[in-house]
């Protein structure tokens, strides 16, 4: 009897259950839609991820080829037939490193752009972050070589293989597959200690640069005052 008075209630109210049932059913396909939205979201930030991250490693190897080949200079300049030997080998490292330094600002874009150089141009505003300020640091060292004189080729190539261990160091950092977040925020999503740690290595090398080659512009890598090399 119960089975028969459902039946009938159900029967009765046949446009209310397919109501119901409708509605049941737009409420699944609304998650399932909304799920499968989020899937294709996460599959397209991987991707663009992936592209970047490919992009940066390209960079990446020609920063380490090019850091390796200036301390390389540093240590074969007392080699060179002649100084324009030596100057040509010179100028061409300098291009490498200052086309690598900017390059390296749409991977690594300044910190705290809206505290300092707010009157820069864009890509120039905020403190360089310590994988470029490594770069900047060579460059400093490379522009400040001469074939005779200043430190020991050996002084100069082991100053310059600390900035390249630093930009590994960063690099891998940068490109470590464990890390989720849009690629646009990674270098701000490291903890504060690795960050810190690593602002605090690159001020280390920045000192030493200047205790080295008193004068150096620092600010502005690309125009060097004429300036003997320092003995240490």
Known sequence: MAT???????TDNVGTVVTVLSAI????????SRAETRKQRQLRTEQLRQTIDSSSLDWG????????????LARTRHFHGNEGSFQTAKAATLVNLTGLIDRGRMFFPNL??????T?????????????????????CETAALTREGGPTGDNSGAFIDDC???VVSE??????????NQVVGRYDGQTRTHQQQAIERADSLRQQ????????????????PEQPETVQ
């Not at 190897?61 to 390389?72: K, S």
């Not at 640069?209 to 060097?224: C, E, M, S, Y």
């Open 61 to 72: 190897n020609a920063a380490i080829d090019t850091l390796a080949r200036a301390a390389m």
């Open 209 to 224: 640069l200047l205790t080295r080659r008193p004068g150096v512009a620092i600010d502005n890598p690309t125009r060097h």
């Open 112 to 117: 705290d752009e809206h505290k300092k150089g």
């Open 171 to 180: 690099l891998q950092a940068h490109l470590d597959p464990r890390r989720l």
């Open 4 to 10: 028969d008075n459902i039946w009938q209630m159900l």
């Open 164 to 166: 390249r261990r630093l």
């Open 25 to 32: 059913a737009a409420v699944i396909g609304a998650l399932a």
């Open 119 to 139: 009157e820069k141009d864009g890509a120039y505003r905020g403190s360089r972050p310590p994988i470029l300020d490594a770069m900047v640091w060579v460059h």
